[in-house]
């Protein structure tokens, strides 16, 4: 889940989010990426918050694709990305409790659980228990 999307989606909410990509990428705070399979967009991963050497990874797959190995592949770029191209040295990520098959890319892509925490999903519209994680590039580390 992405922290700002709502299902089912807000179109106006939506539309804003996404004009407001052009400035992310030169001001670089936020990288935006469609993960597409034949020639289909399925799905969106991104790093956003980027301060400090440090952002925060999300992704999100239309149902048809849970389940095929999109994810994994998806963040492990965007991971990639990141840690080479950008340089940041840690990247933060999360999951609702119950969605443990993303839970399992985090793990593993590398990412280390840190804690659970109330959260409102926008998503779902309620409070959630949300299991947040780390992952500190292999640069960074040295």
Do not use: C
């Given at each position: ?10 179109e106006?909410?939506i539309?804003d989010?996404?004009l ?14 469609a ?7 399925i799905?969106l991963?991104d ?7 440090e952002?925060e ?22 991971v990639n ?14 999951h609702a ?5 993303s839970?399992?890319?985090?793990r ?7 804690d ?18 780390i992952l ?5 580390s040295r």
């Open positions: 889940m992405l922290t700002r999307a709502t299902f089912p989606p807000d106006e909410k539309r989010w996404f407001d990509h052009r400035r992310e990428w030169p001001d670089g705070i936020a990288y935006r990426f993960i597409l399979h034949r020639a289909k967009m799905g991963v790093i956003e918050g980027v301060t400090d050497s952002g990874l999300g992704y999100w797959l239309e149902q048809s694709a849970w389940g095929r190995g999109f994810a994994f592949e998806a963040a492990t770029a965007a990305f990141a840690f080479e191209k950008v340089g940041l040295s840690k990247l933060r990520a999360a409790f119950d969605n443990e098959a839970g399992g890319v985090l593993k892509l590398g990412f280390r659980a840190l659970n925490v109330q959260r409102f999903s926008h998503s779902r519209r309620e409070d959630i228990v949300q299991r947040r994680y500190t590039s292999r640069a960074g």
